[in-house]
């Protein structure tokens, strides 16, 4: 990994990691729209504009969202003290905090959980990783490689989020560091363009946190010339690698999503748009008739015709067909006749299924994943009492 | 009731409910958005503007929904049978189906019932609501009268809904009739205007079936001066009496939502417009985690945030306030330093929950109602194996 982590849990609920990156590293970052978000989401997506980052803080246990301006004095001076130690200006130090809701962070805690975190040695990622973590039930990390301008980049990435349990808000956090040198603009728009494919495309319950944030930081020390736009040695390939991140993690997520048992990827083809496709997929993976179908291993089609309906996007009753796994339940607005329910039945038994929807409408295309909605899901949510 | 059912329930998943409507009946109705609808709501929403209804025909068993033109054949073959009986025109007859879904209707056994409601002696409106509906688990129905040009006119409206199972679809079917003389348009002025503030403020759990309607009937028999317009004598009666019926029946298919052990008001208040506040409730009621607190009991006022901060509309976080059964958990964005929850741990524990939000902004309003998400929903729906 092309940077080193320092943790200190040794204060309650409020777990602190933090991680040191090279001068120059460049930072890209893609943030919530849910507009209650916390300061350390305002504060960071003001940031991100200047393009770079000396180190980062995520605190675990406490989103500080919903604190008024007691939480983002809480931020600003942590940022102050952070940049005061590397010697580097305020706005490079990035601060994220996820977990219980409208409790203000307390500051000196926060100050000396990070005077802890600086002297501390530096630890492994999946240290890094529990250490960020809430309710998440395994430590989520995804790697990938490419070669740019003739030497090999490493990109590393760490995620949080999914694991929740009342009274803590979901949140996702995802950090990607890369060895690569990369233009911060040019390193935003694939970071942009990637989100708009993976972490844009997961739900776990439709529900939109006030914290999630994912930053990517290039340090710059795989020596490579920095990539400034697609026509740069090995753009091509850097991008992918940084898709391949984003994804993996992505479906780290969902695989722990709450109470989940099973993995499910929704593919929509011809639809009008590529962004239509991605709505009409989300309606489905959002729908908790199609979520609980899926669960108790029924291949309710009918469920996904309603979801596919109701999403606001153009769609023709009429040319619209419905398969799992491969094998097409309905065709052209309805039941095949000699639809063979035995191969949907075996594979609905499995973990990881696959709902195919074919809008015969254009050549928009795209898949999104969640997860089946289960007991588990209410007992994590309900049964609890803060 | 300003009209008698009969019905027929002896061909098994598709029981027959049927009215007579006297010559000259006014007719307005509410149709699903769902693009993906039935037959019959394609017809029906095609026929009420005609104005004019003879007869009312419900299927209860298979909503006809998905089924080609097979299923369209077999509401046309049910629209002649009537209309041959009835000696009237084919498109004042007006059809609904509800229950599974993809399963064209059987002629055959439809002309059966149909003839068998046509020789039936009259039924009880009691027997009628058990007739239309599905996995119900009780019988709905409303009333309210209304003084117009002197006369009494009486609303009686039937309701089925929210209760389903798998692999039925979730469907509304709402009927109401009344002895009042109207003209068709005005009655569809007064039926949108009610339905936008009764049934579009009403959700189980955010999916959209391909079947919802509701139809309007106004039979003229109570001898008034037919209502054209708001300066009509009693016209502001007859409208406050159809939204409250409307009111009554939506209120009770949230009463009987799948698994619902609690009925949540949510009241926006603050919003830029009424339509806003009503966006802004639905998401809060839409809300997996808000609905998951509820069930748990637990005054977690931060996933009402999140809600409010996901909904897509003007809201700002540093002006919002969030109470629940009247006490202000949260004001103008932060945590009440003298926050009492025992008021609210107490109101929590009812049936019948209050959650007050207050944007801070405008003028705007509105009161959406749900139930709360509970282990009964994914018993109903993911348990049962199709």
Known sequence: MPASPRASRDWGRCD??????????AVAGVFTRNVCCS??????????AQGRARALVV??????????????????????????????????????????????LPKDKAKAGIEAA???????????????????????????????????????AIIKG??????????????????????PGFLQALLSAANQRTFSC????????????????????AGNAPLTSFDSAGADAFAAALEDVCRQMA???????EGAQKFIAVTVSGAVSDESAR????????????????????????????????????????????????????REGQPLADYDEAPVAAHLKGQDISIEVDLGLGEGRATVWTCDLTHGYISINADYRS
């Not at 300061?39 to 991100?48: F, I, M, T, W």
């Not at 305020?90 to 203000?104: K, Y």
Request: with cysteine; aromatic share 6%.
């Open 59 to 104: 605190n675990a246990g406490n989103s500080n969202a919903f604190t008024g301006y007691r939480g983002r004095e809480a931020v600003e001076a942590i940022m102050v003290q952070v940049s005061a130690h590397l010697g580097c200006p305020q706005e490079q130090v990035f601060v994220s905090s996820t977990g219980v809701i409208g409790v203000p």
């Open 251 to 257: 479906h780290l997520v969902v695989r722990d999503g």
């Open 16 to 25: 602190l990691t933090f991680v040191e990156l090279a001068e120059g590293t």
């Open 279 to 330: 709505k009409v997929g989300l309606a489905i993976a959002n729908s908790p008739l199609v979520k609980t179908a899926i669960a108790g291993e029924d291949a309710n089609w009918g469920r996904v015709v309603m979801a596919v309906g109701k999403a606001g996007e153009p769609a023709d009753r009429d040319r619209l067909s419905i398969g799992f796994g491969g094998t097409w339940a309905a």
């Open 39 to 48: 300061s350390e989401v305002e504060l960071g997506r003001q940031n991100v």
């Open 118 to 156: 600086l002297l501390a040695e530096p630890c492994d990622w999946q240290a890094a990783t529990e250490t960020i973590g809430t309710t998440d039930t395994f430590a989520k990390g995804a790697m990938a490689k490419a070669v740019v301008d003739g030497r090999t980049v490493t990109l590393g």
């Open 162 to 183: 999914s694991g929740m349990i009342a009274p803590d808000m979901a949140t996702m956090l995802g950090y990607i560091f890369t060895d690569a040198a990369a233009e």
């Open 202 to 221: 997961i739900t776990v319950d439709s529900d939109t946190s006030t914290s999630d944030t994912v930053l990517a930081f290039a340090t710059g020390a």
